[in-house]
């Protein structure tokens, strides 16, 4: 989405993933801009650009728009670095699950500096915590299946904390790799056959654009599964853990607000959750055969029945 003009438009510009399967964020994100006074149709236009979970696509899109002249980009975080490679001056407002020092996006959360700001949702530092989750619920399993984005940013450094906690727990893993949507169906088709005893899906807007498919496969095969986010266990997964990437974008439309109305990005600190949230779906618990205990239940911020 993109910001021009005095009805500047502000929205996505550069994302990943495709519209159908990101509708709840980007009306989030229309909430937000709402609250900082902008109405689509009446003073800001959106423009949108979807890269269809091809990030290869991104320069291009994001080239675009900064040829347009722009008001503000907004971005998730493949997109975000396709946006600060392509300009130095259009605002930039990204939402990230990593650390987006670590990733250059910004100099520090406090004094983020240069034309970029944005929401960190943490979400892909959470996978240790996640696997001790599963653990708890699902204690027999031994091998653990890990479907994971190799080239979304920061992968290889969360894989490999997840195989420290991994070896703690005494956990043999199995990496699955997908970077597009064939490559997800030949990942699925491949740990079908190696049959795991339970399933960890790392966080990545391709992720999250196929978690239907990927919830069905579980519930097809009987496999206990973790998500990164809450609408996974609203699909009918099993355990999702997380901050709320719906109040991620909330807040993303609200920062795109504050520089439509003349903020600076480099005087916004970058937004961090405030609360993470451990969604159960008891319904897919039974299904299989699996008893939640009591102290997880009570620690669960929501429970689906």
């Not at 579980?218 to 990437?245: K, Q």
């Amino acid at each position: 989405m993109a910001a021009r003009g005095a009805r500047a438009a502000a929205g996505d510009a550069v994302h990943s993933a495709s519209p159908n399967t990101w509708a709840p964020f980007v009306t989030a994100f229309r909430d937000g801009l709402n609250e900082a006074g902008y109405v689509e149709g009446q003073n800001v236009a959106i423009d949108f650009r979807w890269a269809e979970n091809r990030d290869d696509r991104l320069p291009a899109l994001a080239a675009d728009l900064v040829r347009r002249q722009v008001a503000v980009i907004v971005a998730n975080t493949p997109g975000a670095l396709a946006a600060k490679a392509a300009t130095t001056t259009i605002p930039i407002v990204f939402s990230s699950g990593s650390d987006p020092v670590k990733l250059g996006l910004v100099a520090s959360f406090s004094r983020p500096g240069g034309n970029v700001t944005g929401v960190n949702f943490f979400t892909n530092d959470l996978d240790a915590k996640r696997l001790g989750l599963l653990h708890e619920l699902a204690p027999r399993a031994t091998v653990i299946a890990v479907l994971v984005d190799p080239n979304f940013p920061d992968a290889a450094d969360r894989l490999r904390e997840l195989q420290e906690a991994a070896g703690t727990l005494a956990k043999q893993l199995q990496v699955f790799n997908a970077s597009t949507a064939s490559e997800i169906d030949a990942a699925l088709a491949a740990l079908a056959q190696r049959r795991p005893d339970a399933l960890i899906v790392m966080a990545s807007p391709l992720m999250t654009a196929r978690r239907y498919q990927i919830v069905a496969f579980a519930t097809r095969h009987a496999l206990p599964a973790i998500y990164p986010a809450r609408e996974n266990v609203i699909a009918g997964g099993l355990m999702s853990y997380s901050t709320s990437l719906a109040d991620a974008y909330h807040q993303k439309g609200i920062y795109t607000g504050r520089i439509l109305k003349g903020a600076k990005p480099a005087d916004l600190p970058i937004m961090q959750p405030t609360r993470f949230e451990l969604v159960i779906n008891l319904g897919t618990a039974k299904a299989l055969g699996l008893n939640v205990p009591d102290k997880l239940l009570a620690r669960a911020d929501e429970v689906i029945e």
